[in-house]
């Protein structure tokens, strides 16, 4: 005769919560002006074409890094391709 077996149910009972909406709050900063802006716009670009062009040096000296490897590699291919 094959055995059952039992399975317990426990009831959960769930709270529940209210969540408040938060009104949001009018901001208290300056506003800017039209030619403080366009500084900021220049500057900020000026700022990108920098790390721009310091993430291509960064790119070229890896690139100057791994050619030895590269080049020994192949040297070792073309001896067993032989």
Partial sequence: MPTTSVKRVR???AKIVKVKAIKPKKPTGKIITLSQYG???KRRTAIHNYEFYMFIEDIKKGI???IPYID???????RFVK
């Fill in 11 to 13: 009831k959960v009972n």
């Fill in 39 to 41: 500084t900021d716009i």
């Fill in 64 to 66: 100057n890094s791994i």
């Fill in 72 to 78: 020994q590699t192949q040297n070792l291919l073309q």
